[in-house]
């Protein structure tokens, strides 16, 4: 079984600008999250999609943040304008239900922004 | 605010001794905890998960303990191996949310 894939696998870019992040799911799950992890810390849960509509997205940053689950299968991640600390590895994660335990999460993007 | 936290940020051991990691929680809801493994460059792996109505559960060379009471877990690895090397995250999930909180982890080294 394929994995929970993601692209790119590292990003650098200058403050201000813009930056898209994305995913692939495992091949029928329902549920799929966004985390933002920051060197030294735990995830920290940004947006969680239920098929293609969000369920909670208290915190993110919705001022410069923006996130899509299109046809509810891949999902982008996109932030507009980037800040220096938004340097972070972005992770997503799927799992078959919203009421399912085990999280399956992707390698990540490590983004540095300068 | 309530959070899940980790007792110790590093904990080096000896090639085949037993690893004990703890972590704290505040959120007397949590009812359901799981540990994940994170080595470097990927993302966090499930290891083991144990609801709150148990004190203990047990997997391959791994062991999950909680003690409500107090808020506490711990994740116990027997006979730690170089691969177990590793930052630790416990994580805490309220039933009907699935959303996890995440610690800030533990990095285990395993001497050779």
Partial sequence: ?114 | GESVGLHLPTLSVQEGDNSIINCAYSNSASDYFIWYKQESGKGPQFIIDIRSNMDKRQGQRVTVLLNKTVKHLSLQIAATQPGDSAVYFCAENRWNFNKFYFGSGTKLNVKP
């Fill in chain 1, 1 to 114: 079984e394929a994995g929970v894939a993601q692209s790119p696998r590292y990003k650098i870019i200058e403050k201000r600008q813009s930056v898209a992040f994305w995913c692939n799911p495992i091949s029928g799950h329902a549920t799929l999250y966004w985390y933002q992890q920051i060197l030294g810390q735990g995830p920290k849960l940004l947006i969680q999609f239920q098929n293609n509509g969000v369920v909670d997205d208290s915190q993110l940053p919705k001022d410069r943040f923006s996130a899509e689950r299109l046809k509810g299968v891949d999902s982008t991640l996109k932030i507009q304008p980037a800040k220096l600390e938004d340097s972070a590895v972005y992770l997503c994660a799927s799992s078959p239900s919203r009421s399912s335990e085990k999280l399956f999460f992707g390698s990540g993007t490590q983004l540095s922004v300068l």
